[in-house]
């Protein structure tokens, strides 16, 4: 700050520096942190079911210029991930959002985008499906290519048969319920639990349907 017009030293304190960084702008840099921390803002805002918060957040990417698409996209990776099948209609939706943003374009894509924000901040939420999906990587990369069972492999050929690809296999829909315990997992890794379903309503009646098929094999 210039002091006087004779005065042309520059003081530049604590207090000027804090000031200076909350001010509240409009100016964004989508190439630099402030467009990490706001894009980290507003999925947390989401994840943490506050639609007031994802709402504002959201304002503040497309009044500084953020391409819309790219929200578009981490709204479709967030209803997978923070969301799952606690609310399976959450990924159409968003799905959808990305399309129509796609095709109808400034200003009137900012609707869209808002309806689909507050939707996926009011949906209950799990990420069982990630936490899944990363364990069952981690399994593979410690146990490598373990053998896929013989009933459960494919077998065109008159050899395979002979070899034993497919023999024993149980075909579900033969079976009352169409369901029938058998194994598919490798012999070393039999009864391994990767899915966990979350404790919201959708996945507490499939716990409650798992629970019924498998009894106490993955323990639901």
């Known amino acids: ?3 006087s017009e004779n005065d042309k030293t520059v003081t530049i304190t604590n207090k000027m520096v804090l000031n200076k960084v909350q001010k509240n702008t409009v100016l964004y840099d989508k190439t630099g942190e402030q467009h990490y921390d706001i894009i980290s803002a ?22 500084g210029g953020e391409d819309l698409k790219f929200i578009a996209r981490r709204l479709l990776i967030l209803a997978s991930e923070d969301i799952g099948n606690a609310n399976p209609t959450a ?15 400034y200003p009137e894509s900012r ?7 507050i939707y996926l ?5 799990s990420n069982a499906s990630y936490l899944a999906i990363k364990e069952a990587q981690k399994l593979v990369k410690k146990t490598g290519d373990l053998s896929v069972p013989l009933p459960i492999r494919n077998a065109p050929t008159k050899l395979m048969k002979e070899l034993g690809y497919g023999k024993e296999y149980q075909y579900a829909h033969d079976y ?25 309503a959708k996945e507490n009646s499939f716990k409650i349907y798992l629970k019924g ?3 106490d094999k993955y323990d639901y």
């Open 1 to 3: 700050m210039v002091l």
């Open 42 to 63: 507003f999925i947390k805002s989401i994840r943490g079911s506050d639609p007031n918060a994802a709402v504002y957040w959201l304002a503040r990417m497309i009044e």
């Open 91 to 105: 990924m159409v939706i968003a799905n959808n959002t990305f399309q129509a943003v796609s095709a109808v374009g």
């Open 111 to 117: 609707i869209i985008l808002s309806q689909c924000v």
């Open 121 to 125: 901040a009011t949906s209950p939420k």
């Open 176 to 200: 009352q319920g169409n369901f029938v315990s058998q194994e598919f997992l490798p012999k070393e890794i039999e009864g391994t639990t990767f899915y966990n379903p979350g404790n919201n």
């Open 213 to 215: 098929l498998w009894k």
